[in-house]
């Protein structure tokens, strides 16, 4: 398996690495179970084990690594328990959040929210899935940042990098498209109706779909490794 380092004079060397491993384990490139040993990819990706070490530690972070005492690290395995967890967590923020923005959120911020609606959909058109969880994030971010509690926004945004695997493997099936476009746009009628008690429901069957999605593609990839 070849790897490339993805380029950025804008960005310290730890965060080119962590990008470009983030990508190769997204993509499958590296596998669950693989090993990450900081001096083949230090020399595969031209640079010192330092920034290799800083990158595998972010990834442990989002929860794409995991080390083991003696063995070193590897990539992590999805599972369901971890899925139930970090969901579990996030249907209740996201609830809470939903609703404070929905007694704070002004017109300019529902605009702005439907902007974001346009643009995820305009995403969806491509096959850029990076693109298309940027967009999906800024939805949900716009109405973190409208709940106007910024102790909710710092848990939630500790929370992103762990949900970040679970919404790429989710937003990889482009078969889910029209029904998280539509979930958009009836989150977003439901705050410019004020209706809290419908918008908690909606939050809670998009979380939900999401779950449920991903469940599936865990077991299939847990019966692969079985086959």
């Known amino acids: 398996m070849e790897l490339t380092l993805q380029q950025d004079d804008f960005l310290p060397l730890r965060n080119v690495v962590f990008n470009t491993l983030r990508d190769a384990i997204l993509r499958g490139e590296l596998t669950p179970g693989e090993r990450l040993m900081e001096i083949p990819l230090a020399q595969k990706l031209g640079v010192s084990r330092t920034p290799v070490r800083e990158a595998i530690s972010m990834l442990e972070r989002e929860g794409l690594a995991v080390?083991?005492?003696?063995?070193?690290?590897?990539?992590?395995?999805?599972?369901?328990?971890?899925?139930?967890?970090?969901?579990?967590?996030?249907?209740?923020?996201?609830?809470?959040?939903?609703?404070?923005?929905?007694?704070?959120?002004?017109?300019?911020?529902?605009?702005?929210?439907?902007?974001?609606?346009?643009?995820?959909?305009?995403?969806?058109?491509?096959?850029?899935?990076?693109?298309?969880?940027?967009?999906?994030?800024?939805?949900?971010?716009?109405?973190?940042?409208?709940?106007?509690?910024?102790?909710?926004?710092?848990?939630?945004?500790?929370?992103?990098?762990?949900m970040y695997r679970f919404r790429f493997e989710y937003v990889k099936d482009s078969s889910t498209y029209p029904t998280l476009i539509a979930e958009h746009r009836e989150i977003l009628l439901g705050l410019r109706a004020r209706d809290k008690e419908q918008l908690v429901k909606l939050t809670k069957t998009h979380l939900n779909n999401q779950m449920n999605r991903v469940r599936e593609i865990i077991k299939t990839q847990n019966d692969e490794d079985n086959g």
């Open 67 to 162: 080390t083991y005492p003696r063995r070193g690290a590897r990539v992590a395995k999805m599972s369901e328990k971890d899925l139930d967890d970090v969901l579990e967590i996030r249907e209740v923020l996201d609830t809470l959040a939903v609703s404070l923005a929905c007694d704070n959120m002004t017109d300019e911020d529902l605009d702005r929210l439907e902007q974001a609606v346009d643009s995820f959909e305009e995403s969806t058109k491509s096959k850029d899935v990076r693109s298309i969880v940027k967009q999906d994030e800024n939805f949900h971010n716009i109405i973190y940042e409208c709940s106007n509690n910024s102790r909710l926004r710092m848990i939630l945004t500790n929370l992103k990098e762990q």
